[in-house]
């Protein structure tokens, strides 16, 4: 049983089958999946919760329709960590942490890559093309691998060793542009097409997303239906941010979840700050970020091209927009291992930086269930450490 029934624009609402390769609408905004949901109601929710391992177990409610085309690599149902010590040190009760670095190669990038390269093998397509700061390379290079299929990884010459050497491991044709993501992504824009390469780049196809929304739906399994009060999310791209979104609001048309949302939170360092910036003036869309600049290199992403989305989302959840600094973010990687056992990446460590900053400006509170997202893990940061 499948409900998908195709995709539509996130800007005009123009429909498109889901049974062929497409990126961007004709008006060049992102594509969305959409599903028949009132039939969708007729799931056991109950079921899929007792029964979930992996993200697959939602195949219902995702657009690959056949089961030979689901490549597994064992991705999601990550934990949801009590971060009890940390919250002492804080002064808050309840805070968790998400920790997407148990999956397949190491980052949450494996949920989108997964559902892209699925759906992307379901077409037919052979060749698969990514601007990437690291770790979604080497997610496309393994299910790239797994099925079959030529990965061109494009990426800034200054990326860690350890993504560059995962990418080649795997079998993935490796480019490196000197620049930054902006960079790559210009470049793979002269020569996909006369190269043949499909791109799967952050919301230029529509099912990347479709994998970063199971985030949201697991967080609805792990705290029983009922959401937390607040989400921090370190924010490059914002595929994560926008697809738990779309899950919360999938679940509430399911009458799976009421009405209640999380405040989100969104958090990029003070040298790639585009949103953050767009947020505090009151702006509906972000200007590109000149000249950015941090150790968090899955957050140096100048411009997103879904930035009116998540714009949109931080507004409609009363949420936040809110920068730290490199040095917050190396002072926060040895206390969160100290205090809860849990070695982030740079980005994950961007959210516990961010968590003192919001607790110091009374923008959380000590009763309030709190989420922080780690999307990595540290080990591909060698030098850092």
């Given at each position: 049983?499948?409900?998908f029934?195709?995709v539509?624009?996130s800007?005009?609402?123009?429909a498109?089958?889901?049974?062929?390769?497409?990126?961007?609408c004709?008006?060049?905004?992102p594509?969305?999946a959409?599903?028949?949901l009132e039939?969708?109601?007729n799931?056991?929710?109950?079921k899929?919760r007792?029964m979930?391992?992996s993200?697959?177990?939602?195949?219902?409610?995702l657009?690959v329709?056949?089961?030979?085309n689901?490549?597994n690599?064992g991705e999601?149902n990550?934990?949801?960590?009590?971060a009890?010590?940390?919250g002492d040190?804080?002064?808050?009760?309840?805070?968790?942490?998400?920790?997407?670095a148990l999956n397949?190669?190491?980052?949450f990038?494996a949920r989108?890559?997964?559902l892209?390269?699925?759906?992307?093998?379901?077409?037919?397509?052979?060749?698969?093309?990514?601007?990437?700061?690291?770790?979604?390379?080497?997610?496309?290079?393994a299910y790239?691998a797994?099925?079959?299929?030529?990965a061109?990884?494009?990426m800034p010459?200054d990326?860690?060793q350890?993504?560059?050497?995962?990418c080649?491991?795997?079998?993935?044709d490796?480019i490196?542009?000197?620049?930054?993501?902006s960079?790559?992504s210009?470049y793979?824009?002269?020569v996909k097409e006369?190269?043949?390469w499909?791109?799967?780049?952050?919301l230029?196809e529509?099912?990347?997303?479709?994998?970063k929304?199971?985030?949201g739906?697991?967080l609805a399994f792990?705290?029983d239906?009922?959401?937390p009060?607040?989400?921090?999310?370190p924010l490059?791209?914002?595929?994560?941010?926008?697809?738990m979104?779309?899950?919360f609001?999938?679940?509430?048309?399911?009458?799976?979840?009421g009405w209640?949302?999380p405040?989100m939170?969104a958090?990029?360092?003070e040298?790639?700050a585009p949103?953050?910036?767009?947020?505090?003036a009151g702006?509906i869309?972000?200007?590109?970020?000149?000249?950015p600049?941090?150790i968090a290199?899955?957050l140096?992403v100048?411009?997103?091209?879904g930035?009116?989305?998540?714009l949109k989302i931080?507004?409609?959840?009363?949420?936040?927009?809110?920068?730290v600094s490199?040095?917050?973010?190396?002072?926060?990687?040895?206390l969160l291992?100290s205090?809860e056992?849990?070695l982030?990446?740079?980005?994950?460590?961007a959210t516990?930086?961010?968590?003192?900053?919001l607790?110091?400006?009374?923008l959380?509170?000590a009763k309030?269930?709190?989420?922080?997202?780690?999307?990595?893990?540290?080990?591909?940061?060698?030098d850092?450490?």
């Amino acid at each position: 049983m499948n409900f998908f029934s195709g995709v539509h624009c996130s800007k005009c609402n123009l429909a498109y089958p889901g049974n062929k390769p497409i990126n961007l609408c004709k008006c060049g905004a992102p594509l969305l999946a959409q599903y028949d949901l009132e039939t969708a109601r007729n799931l056991d929710k109950h079921k899929i919760r007792t029964m979930y391992r992996s993200i697959w177990d939602l195949a219902p409610l995702l657009p690959v329709q056949d089961k030979e085309n689901m490549l597994n690599l064992g991705e999601g149902n990550t934990p949801l960590l009590i971060a009890e010590n940390l919250g002492d040190l804080l002064g808050l009760d309840y805070l968790y942490i998400k920790d997407e670095a148990l999956n397949p190669t190491g980052s949450f990038k494996a949920r989108g890559i997964c559902l892209a390269v699925s759906k992307a093998n379901e077409l037919g397509i052979k060749d698969v093309c990514i601007p990437t700061a690291g770790n979604a390379g080497g997610a496309l290079a393994a299910y790239a691998a797994l099925a079959g299929m030529t990965a061109h990884v494009v990426m800034p010459e200054d990326t860690p060793q350890p993504f560059i050497d995962e990418c080649k491991l795997f079998g993935a044709d490796v480019i490196l542009i000197d620049g930054v993501i902006s960079d790559c992504s210009a470049y793979l824009t002269t020569v996909k097409e006369q190269k043949g390469w499909f791109d799967i780049s952050t919301l230029k196809e529509p099912y990347r997303l479709e994998g970063k929304k199971t985030m949201g739906y697991e967080l609805a399994f792990q705290f029983d239906w009922e959401l937390p009060d607040v989400i921090i999310y370190p924010l490059g791209g914002g595929t994560g941010l926008i697809g738990m979104w779309k899950a919360f609001n999938e679940m509430e048309t399911m009458g799976w979840i009421g009405w209640e949302r999380p405040r989100m939170v969104a958090v990029q360092p003070e040298g790639c700050a585009p949103i953050v910036r767009a947020f505090h003036a009151g702006e509906i869309i972000a200007s590109q970020w000149e000249n950015p600049s941090t150790i968090a290199l899955g957050l140096r992403v100048p411009q997103a091209i879904g930035d009116f989305l998540i714009l949109k989302i931080i507004y409609e959840s009363r949420g936040a927009a809110i920068a730290v600094s490199d040095m917050e973010i190396k002072e926060s990687l040895p206390l969160l291992a100290s205090k809860e056992g849990v070695l982030a990446c740079p980005e994950g460590a961007a959210t516990v930086a961010a968590v003192k900053k919001l607790k110091q400006q009374d923008l959380i509170r000590a009763k309030e269930k709190i989420v922080l997202f780690n999307t990595g893990s540290i080990y591909k940061y060698l030098d850092l450490i």
